[in-house]
């Protein structure tokens, strides 16, 4: 036996050691011994320690075995097992090569480094990297998201239609794209088991790409790719600036979409404002359905936490959910957290859930933003409290009711907007600055000395910090 098959055996055993576990390695593969090679025949035979072996080598690692012999032994290389049981040789068995590829490319982990021989061809092969617990059946639905989610079911009933390719979501973070994006996956995968799909982020295609080109494997990194039926990129934002990585997911899209394979990306932003991504790649992103999730709104916000406590057995008031609908209006993973955070307070402090204790956990984590109070609304407000009609205090009338509410609206105006007294007279009765300066002083006095006026102050300032927020 020639030095250079020692040399390629070797090599074999390294790959196959770096493609499974260190247990898995020291039982099926550390008792293979390499037996023969026949330069003629082409011909690999290899001792085995039983024939449970040979089964269980053909059972789960075959086409690992074969793409990796095939890599250093040749394309044509067939594989023959002997069966060596304390030194006596018993039975030979051929490995069956008929449904191994000849031109089968390599692959890997996708949430590894790029493993360039594990085993490709089958979707049984492929590790998806789906969330079984992100699937259609709890993902609910609402106006924010209609659209791509029939959109989605469409896609993965009929994979093989284009109307759709590629599909391009987008929204804010939280608003449930991930979750979308795996449910079309879980539902394609169940529909068409024979088709490879593969979800991963934008970040780990980054970080594989890297590892190929600094591997020396990038073109078992671009044929593992191609080999996809349903690419599943989410975030695809996180590309940007990444000219080498971008150009390497240029030529993989163009490559899957000339081949009728589907396309799915989530991103932050609509391609029109993605920054750092080159044009070609935008161009293309465009080519598609661009579908926008939104913000969720009240009711699918509601829905959304009634799902949430249902799945999880708990007991929460209808009034404490109407709560947290009202006053959450961001993100269904923001939801999912106050949920949690309820429940967790709950158990330690031994406190039932109410209004008062949804509240106090809300407050820290609930960032309220303030709008500006504008002039007409500090008007209607005073004029409603005061029971007093508009028109009367851009009027002459010098009625002390009257007259209370136009000040107390310069008041208020000067304390809660950022306009000059000029601007505060014009939009009260086009009253000149020296009166508004005047009503204001007059107000400020008051206020020293009358409670009632100061109630009156407190109220209205309430409803309108109401109206801000």
Request: net charge negative; glycine share 4%; with cysteine.
């Amino acid at each position: 036996m020639t030095e250079n098959v020692q040399i390629y055996w070797q090599r074999c055993m390294e790959m196959f050691r770096s493609n499974v576990s260190d247990q898995q390695f020291q039982t099926w593969f550390s008792p293979m011994r390499l037996k023969s090679y026949d330069a003629a025949t082409k011909e690999l035979t290899v001792f085995i320690p039983s024939q449970f072996f040979f089964e269980y080598l053909e059972e789960h690692f075959r086409r690992l075995i074969h793409v990796t012999i095939r890599r250093f032994f040749g394309e044509d290389v067939t594989l023959s097992y002997k069966v060596e049981v304390a030194d006596n040789v018993t039975v030979n068995q051929e490995s069956d090569n008929s449904l191994v590829p000849e031109t089968a490319p390599s692959t890997f982990a996708p949430n590894k480094s790029p493993k360039l021989e594990q085993a490709v061809g089958l979707a049984a092969d492929l590790d998806s990297q789906l969330n079984v617990h992100q699937s259609f059946s709890n993902f609910i639905e609402g106006t924010s998201n209609k659209l791509p989610r029939s959109v989605g079911q469409a896609i993965a009933e009929h994979p093989e239609q284009q109307a759709f390719n590629p599909l391009f979501i987008y929204g804010p973070s939280g608003v449930g794209k991930t979750h979308l994006v795996n449910a079309i996956g879980l539902r394609t995968k169940e529909l068409h088991p024979e088709k490879r799909v593969l979800y991963l982020s934008a970040h780990l295609f980054m970080v594989q790409f890297t590892d190929a080109r600094k591997n020396n494997v990038f073109n078992d990194f671009m044929h593992f790719y191609q080999s996809i039926d349903m690419l599943i990129v989410d975030d695809i934002q996180e590309l940007a600036g990444l000219t080498a990585t971008q150009n390497a997911f240029f030529h993989i899209f163009n490559h899957l979409r000339q081949n009728g394979k589907q396309i799915i990306m989530t991103c932050d932003r609509p391609p029109v404002s993605l920054q750092g991504m080159e044009e070609r790649l935008v161009t293309r992103f465009k080519s598609g359905l661009m579908a926008e999730m939104e913000k969720p709104e009240e009711q699918l916000r509601l829905s959304i936490l009634h799902s949430i406590v249902k799945h999880d057995g708990l007991s929460i008031p209808d009034e404490v959910l109407n709560h947290i609908s009202h006053s959450v209006t961001t993100s269904v993973r923001e939801l999912e957290g106050i949920i949690h955070s309820l429940l967790a307070y709950s158990v330690v402090y031994g406190k039932d859930i109410d209004i008062e204790f949804a509240q106090r956990i809300l407050a820290g984590r609930i960032k309220v933003e303030k709008k500006d109070v504008t002039i007409d609304q500090i008007i209607t407000c005073t004029c409603e409290h005061f029971n007093v009609k508009e028109e009367d205090v851009f009027g002459k009338s010098r009625k002390a009711n009257i007259v209370t509410v136009r000040q107390m609206s310069m008041y208020l105006a000067h304390k809660h907007t950022k306009l000059t007294a000029s601007k505060i007279g014009i939009y009260v009765g086009n009253r000149d600055h020296a009166t508004v300066l005047h009503g204001i002083k007059t107000i400020d006095g008051r206020l020293k000395v009358e409670k009632e006026l100061r109630r009156d102050l407190e109220e209205l300032e309430g409803k309108l910090i109401g109206k801000a927020l």
